[in-house]
């Protein structure tokens, strides 16, 4: 796996902020939630044409009701249609505002056809002759039909208008031509029943409008939450300098590669910059933790020639100060030491036209190999042995210790 190597992530952690989804968004999903399955949602609305239909051959307007009947299936045919096409203009990320907005007006025009088909339905209420309940069946029906459309389409506003505007218009118009048939109660009523149900009707679509604002909030959150664990996770895992694990999660990284190694395959290297404190001491602490990021990215550029392989595994830390170790899984003695001698010459060839020129980077190296039965602090030993003997002879080298089996270690060039 590659780790970051920069601080940038603990630079630009900040504190979860709250979120507010505008409104525009939050009316655009209600009306895709309003609209749902168009041609599904309108089969419903048969039923009460039946019902208007079947009790309107009583009527003496009947051909008049039948013919209303007809237009009013026509119109959910429309709606239905041109529902569907507004439908996929807002599953289309890529379409046009200007193409969405033409195919909602269009649709919205057909619902106010339709409100308009529900109101001329008064008219033939109002012929003489009907016998037994016909023009109750009628009345009950068409004001429960209206009603409920409104109720249910609550979730979308501009549906609402259309529908009762087109409703209103014929049915106050129908109702005041035939005033003297119903009388000034029934029209009073007619006149009412518009507003109150829009008035209904939006206070549910109110309702509904703020439950699911703060149902996207949540999500959003929610969102924003889990990305807020996941770098909290990367922070409390890696070194706020280099971006490299810390040695807690080093250890717990090279215990997951043990169990996945084979016994005498899995490696560990231990590093200490050579002189550190002069450096401190001579070009200041800032330069020193540019050295500190910059040998932490040259070892990583070094290792990621090991992740082609598909048996590789690695974890690279800092182990503390100047120290960094490494656990290599499935790399044998050969290639570990070829690995930490090219980390070493990477950094004794480095050069940086921003540093001071007599500023030379070094490190100590010590290898070892983690037995499969041993404790991880065990083989950690060994290879800090390993380093404080690279540079007691001298630095800027690498010594190898091969662990034996009855405790005592070989140390090799």
Request: with cysteine; aromatic share 8%; glycine share 6%.
């Amino acid at each position: 796996m590659e780790l970051p190597v920069s601080s940038s992530v603990f630079s630009t952690a900040r504190t979860l902020d709250s979120v507010s989804i505008p409104t525009a968004l939050v009316e655009r999903e209600m009306l895709k939630r309003a609209l749902g399955n168009p041609v599904i949602n309108r089969l419903p609305t048969l039923i009460p044409l039946f019902l208007i239909g079947y009790a309107s051959l009583a009527l003496v307007a009947r051909d008049d009701m039948l013919a209303l009947v007809s237009l009013q299936i026509l119109m959910i045919v429309m709606t239905s249609y041109t529902a569907l096409r507004v439908t996929d203009k807002l599953a289309d990320n890529e379409i046009s505002e200007r193409a969405e907005s033409r195919a909602i007006r269009l649709w919205l025009f057909f619902e106010f056809l339709s409100g308009v088909i529900w109101g001329l339905m008064i008219g033939p209420i109002a012929e003489a002759g009907d016998t037994g309940g016909a023009k109750t069946v009628i009345s009950i029906t068409l004001i429960v039909t209206v009603a409920l459309a409104a109720v249910v389409a609550a979730d979308a506003p501009q549906l609402i208008r259309a529908l009762l505007a087109g409703f209103a218009i014929t049915a106050i118009s129908t109702g005041m031509y035939h005033y003297d048939h119903f009388g000034s109660r029934v029209v009073f009523a007619i006149i009412l029943f518009p507003p109150t149900i829009y008035y209904l009707s939006r206070a549910l679509g109110k309702r509904a409008q703020s439950a699911l604002q703060t149902e996207m909030e949540n999500v959003v959150l929610n969102k924003k939450l889990s990305e807020a664990l996941s770098i909290s996770e990367y922070l409390s895992a890696h070194d706020s300098l280099t971006g490299l694990l810390n040695r807690r999660d080093f250890e717990r990284m090279a215990e997951e590669l043990r169990t996945r190694t084979k016994a005498s395959d899995m490696a560990i290297i231990m590093v200490d910059l050579d002189h550190f404190k002069q450096i401190n001491d001579r070009y200041g602490h800032s330069l020193g933790d540019d050295v500190l990021k910059t040998t932490a990215r040259l070892m990583q550029f070094q290792l990621r020639s090991l992740e082609g392989s598909a048996d590789s595994g690695q974890a690279i830390a800092r182990w503390g100060g100047e120290e960094f170790i490494i656990a290599l899984a499935n790399c044998a003695t050969d290639d570990v030491v070829r690995i930490s001698e090219n980390i070493r010459c990477s950094l004794e060839n480095y050069r940086n036209a921003d540093w001071p020129k007599d500023l030379k980077l070094s490190g100590s190296f010590g290898v070892t190999y983690w037995l499969e039965h041993e404790p991880l602090d065990a083989a950690i030993q060994r290879a800090d042995k390993a380093m404080y003997k690279a540079k007691s002879e001298g630095r800027n080298r690498t010594r190898l210790v091969q662990p034996v089996k009855q405790g005592a270690s070989a140390i090799t060039a």
